[in-house]
């Protein structure tokens, strides 16, 4: 069974960085494109960028690039958002999906709720 | 803006049929697909490809698409049907994806 799980709700305060996770079991990690989505409060589904394990291609949403930095361990099966220095507006939840070739974005994480508040 | 677009929101009499639909011009190139998404849980995949469900997903829900519209089907809404739903696609690029900014729908 593919499954993708995320780690706990963060807290943090403004200025502070940050790394989520996001581990996958299940199916060939190297196979498979892993995306990240956010969802501010009250507001929609927004693709913030997306990594391909095998050769680490990534490709950034215009609204992101330079704002997070999307990674992979691959020894680990485990894919990351990263943020320098967080924001008050970065007060979101986050999501991992996997992509399947065949139906798309089958599978999600459970989400990890991010809190930056001083 | 978004490369897709959707209206904001539905609303249908319980068993009734609700059409939910999509736009942008990069769907006369690429498939959308379509998620339930409900407060407190992670998105659902329901619709992907032409018309193609997942395994789990009722057969009340069917998808189309014709020029650069997609739609997304409830046929006899059920309560459980409530959500926001989200299409989604690759954008002009082809090398990144966009939501659609969600169709909320509610059951009466």
């Known amino acids: 069974e593919v499954q993708l799980v995320q780690a706990g709700a963060e807290v943090k305060k403004p200025g502070e960085s940050l790394k989520i996770s996001c581990q996958g079991s299940?199916?060939?990690?190297?196979?498979?494109?892993i995306g990240w989505v956010r969802q501010m409060p009250g507001k929609g589904l927004e693709w913030m960028g997306i990594?391909?394990?095998?050769?680490?291609?990534?490709r950034y949403s215009p609204a992101f690039e330079g704002q997070v930095t999307i990674s992979v361990d691959k020894s680990t099966r485990t894919a990351y958002l990263q943020w320098r220095s967080l924001k008050a507006s970065d007060t979101a939840m986050y999501y991992c999906?996997?992509?399947?070739?065949?139906?798309?974005?089958?599978?999600w994480g459970q989400g990890t709720l991010v809190t930056v508040s001083s | 803006s978004s490369e897709v677009t959707q209206d904001p929101a539905v609303s249908v009499a319980l068993g009734q049929t609700v059409r939910i639909t999509c736009q942008g011009d990069?769907?006369?190139?690429?498939?959308a697909s379509w998620f339930q998404h409900k407060p407190g849980q992670a998105p659902v995949l329901v619709m992907y490809?032409?018309?193609k469900r997942p395994s789990g997903i009722p057969d009340r829900f069917s998808g189309s698409s014709s020029g650069n519209t997609a739609s997304l089907t409830i046929t006899g809404a059920q309560a459980e049907d409530e959500a926001d739903y989200y299409c989604?696609?690759?954008?002009?690029?082809?090398?990144?994806?966009?939501f659609g900014g969600g169709t909320k729908v509610t059951v009466l």
């Open positions: 999906a996997r992509h399947d070739t065949g139906s798309g974005w089958a599978n």
């Open positions: 990594i391909h394990p095998r050769d680490l291609d990534t």
């Open positions: 990069t769907l006369r190139n690429y498939y």
């Open positions: 490809g032409y018309n």
């Open positions: 299940g199916y060939t990690f190297t196979s498979h494109w």
């Open positions: 989604n696609s690759r954008d002009s690029s082809g090398n990144q994806w966009v």
